[in-house]
């Protein structure tokens, strides 16, 4: 029987739910993705960098706990109350979360590329070197 | 074809190998294999985890910043074929590679030149802090009062009977007795 798998007959009574814990916690907001929101300045998030419920556009989500009031942008956690927030960030993983947060930015495909003995990655000369600027040998 | 480095790992992905994962905002993850992609999915942190090579880099134990890295590169514009550019790529390959190679060893050699000496002076701190496994306390020249340990030995004593005890309890399995089982089978 494979970890996480429900265990079946004599003396099941506990229930594995290591695979679902695990997936609950990779869809979570990434590391990368939670040190970009940080460094945006705040109050100003679109979809794609935090989650929709911290927008300026759509200020409250019916389907967040407390219509996504209550966010811990560095945990990528919505809480009922401002009381839980607060309790939550005397806990020791927010604390953790939030030096972590301080440090380099996290690992990405171009470290690992840097990593592998690759150089940075070459884009070529400018296809259209400024254009703005006339020659002046063309001209004479 | 491109040669793609594995997320984790970093090690060399080649075309039909691996597992590649799209995240929902269009970034792209390249695994080499499943222990990558397992490590990947449990949010491990490639610069912890002691087999990667960004870990190793970032230990000392690999060349970093070094110019042979210059000719491996993710090109976005690719150069148009020439057959005599291709042939001198090729060369310049191996020789560059010699050369990398080279500066490995002798980095390699200069790490391990202080390796004994360490070594030498981790067994000696070892060997003080645990010289009682070996030597036998009657050898010791200065016997320490002797009735602190009688006591402490009694104590031990009485704890493993107690213990003993608790097991034996916990052990006991409700077994009918053959007289009182031909008791009933007789009523």
Same mark, same amino acid.
């Given at each position: 029987?494979?970890?996480?798998?429900?265990?079946?007959?004599?003396?099941?009574?506990?229930?594995?739910?290591?695979?679902? *814990? @695990? @997936?609950?916690?990779? &869809?979570?907001?990434?590391?990368?993705?939670?040190?970009? $929101?940080?460094?945006?300045?705040?109050?100003?998030? $679109?979809?794609?960098?935090?989650?929709?419920?911290?927008?300026?556009?759509?200020?409250?989500?019916? $389907? &967040?706990?407390? +219509?996504? @009031?209550?966010?811990?942008? #560095? +945990?990528? @956690?919505?809480?009922?109350?401002?009381?839980?927030?607060?309790?939550?960030?005397?806990?020791?993983?927010?604390?953790?979360?939030? *030096? $972590?947060?301080?440090?380099?930015?996290?690992?990405?495909?171009?470290?690992?590329?840097?990593?592998?003995?690759?150089?940075? #990655?070459?884009?070529?000369?400018? &296809?259209?070197?400024?254009?703005?600027? #006339?020659? #002046?040998?063309?001209?004479? | 074809?491109?040669?793609?480095?594995?997320?984790?790992?970093?090690?060399?992905?080649?075309?039909?190998?691996?597992?590649?994962?799209?995240?929902?905002?269009?970034?792209?993850?390249?695994?080499?294999?499943?222990?990558?992609?397992?490590?990947?999915?449990?949010?491990?942190?490639?610069?912890?985890? =002691?087999?990667?090579?960004?870990?190793?880099?970032?230990?000392?134990?690999?060349?970093?910043?070094?110019?042979?890295?210059?000719?491996?590169?993710?090109?976005?514009?690719?150069?148009?074929?020439?057959?005599?550019?291709?042939?001198?790529?090729?060369?310049?390959?191996?020789? %560059?590679?010699?050369?990398?190679?080279?500066?490995?060893?002798? !980095?390699?050699?200069?790490?391990?030149?202080?390796?004994?000496?360490?070594?030498?002076?981790?067994?000696?701190?070892?060997?003080?802090?645990?010289?009682? !496994? %070996?030597?036998?306390?009657?050898?010791?020249?200065?016997?320490?009062?002797?009735?602190?340990?009688?006591?402490?030995?009694?104590?031990?004593?009485?704890?493993?009977?107690? !213990?003993?005890?608790?097991? =034996?309890?916990? !052990?006991?399995?409700?077994?009918?007795?053959?007289?009182?089982?031909?008791?009933?089978?007789?009523?």
């Amino acid at each position: 029987m494979g970890v996480g798998q429900r265990s079946t007959g004599k003396g099941g009574k506990v229930r594995r739910i290591t695979k679902t *814990k @695990r @997936r609950a916690t990779f &869809l979570e907001r990434h590391i990368d993705q939670i040190w970009e $929101d940080v460094q945006q300045p705040e109050g100003v998030h $679109d979809g794609k960098t935090a989650p929709l419920g911290t927008t300026d556009s759509v200020q409250l989500d019916a $389907d &967040l706990p407390a +219509c996504g @009031r209550h966010y811990c942008q #560095p +945990c990528s @956690r919505f809480f009922v109350s401002e009381h839980a927030q607060t309790a939550h960030e005397q806990t020791k993983s927010h604390k953790n979360r939030v *030096k $972590d947060l301080m440090g380099p930015r996290p690992h990405s495909n171009r470290d690992a590329e840097l990593a592998g003995n690759m150089g940075a #990655p070459d884009n070529g000369p400018k &296809l259209r070197p400024h254009v703005a600027v #006339p020659a #002046p040998m063309a001209i004479s | 074809m491109r040669l793609e480095k594995c997320w984790f790992c970093s090690s060399t992905v080649y075309p039909g190998h691996g597992i590649t994962f799209v995240r929902n905002d269009a970034t792209i993850f390249k695994f080499c294999r499943s222990k990558c992609h397992k490590n990947f999915k449990m949010k491990r942190n490639p610069r912890k985890v =002691k087999w990667t090579k960004a870990s190793r880099k970032l230990a000392g134990k690999e060349l970093v910043k070094d110019a042979t890295f210059d000719m491996e590169r993710r090109r976005n514009r690719p150069e148009k074929y020439d057959r005599e550019v291709m042939h001198k790529t090729v060369k310049a390959m191996q020789k %560059i590679d010699e050369i990398r190679q080279k500066r490995a060893d002798r !980095l390699w050699e200069k790490r391990m030149a202080n390796a004994k000496q360490q070594q030498t002076a981790a067994d000696k701190r070892q060997l003080e802090r645990e010289i009682h !496994l %070996i030597k036998a306390p009657s050898m010791e020249p200065e016997a320490v009062s002797e009735q602190e340990p009688m006591q402490e030995e009694k104590v031990v004593q009485q704890q493993d009977e107690k !213990l003993a005890q608790k097991q =034996k309890k916990k !052990l006991r399995i409700p077994v009918e007795r053959p007289r009182q089982k031909l008791q009933r089978m007789q009523e």
